[in-house]
């Protein structure tokens, strides 16, 4: 890293890109892996605006490292100097935008209730299909989930899944008794 950078101007780009990037992952995506739950139904006409700038921001700039509006300049530049001429290119990159942050706050601020609210209705709808077929808990029964497998490699991952912000009845969304 450069000395006369310093660390925060990459800390700030670092924290940005990966904003955008995971609130493109969850809002806009278009993997058939991912479930859309349709969180831009619940956004305004402007924060609709605020998500297509976010989302073409990601697309143009970050992903695939286009020019955006003054988001990357790159030049090839041919420099005649005393010592022997050269050709070489310059670099310049934004660090971060306050619009772009202040816009992701605004989008995020109804997006996570909204997921919260969807999550819940999924659990609820989950829950009444369990209670409907409880042969289910069989097949449940016979995929065990390994907490220990699923976070291998991850630092304190399995313990924090159990730990006090991990897994507890606190944050579960839907609480399900078995009946047999």
């Known amino acids: 890293m450069r000395d006369d950078v310093g660390d925060r101007s990459h800390l700030a780009r670092a924290l940005l ?9 969850a809002s806009h995506a278009k993997a058939i892996e991912r479930y859309d739950v349709g969180v831009i139904g619940a956004y ?7 998500h297509k700038l976010i989302v073409n921001l990601r697309n143009k700039v ?18 005649e100097q005393e010592h022997g001429d050269g050709i070489t290119a310059v670099h310049y990159r934004t660090n971060s935008d306050s619009q ?12 996570i209730p909204y997921v919260k609210s969807k999550e819940s209705e999924r659990a609820a709808e989950i829950d009444a ?24 490699g991850v630092p304190g991952g399995a313990e924090n899944f159990w730990g006090p912000k991990g897994f507890t009845a606190e944050r579960t969304v839907k609480s399900t008794i078995r009946s047999d």
């Open 17 to 25: 890109t990966h904003a955008v990037v995971v609130y493109c992952r």
């Open 44 to 50: 305004s006409p402007e924060q609709r605006e605020a």
């Open 62 to 79: 970050i992903a695939h490292f286009g020019p955006g509006e003054n988001w990357n300049d790159e030049r090839v530049l041919y420099l």
């Open 100 to 111: 772009v942050s202040d816009s992701l706050e605004s989008l995020l601020d109804i997006a």
């Open 129 to 152: 299909e369990l209670s409907r077929t409880p042969e289910l808990f069989d097949v449940i029964s016979r995929m065990p989930f390994n907490v220990e497998k699923f976070y291998d």
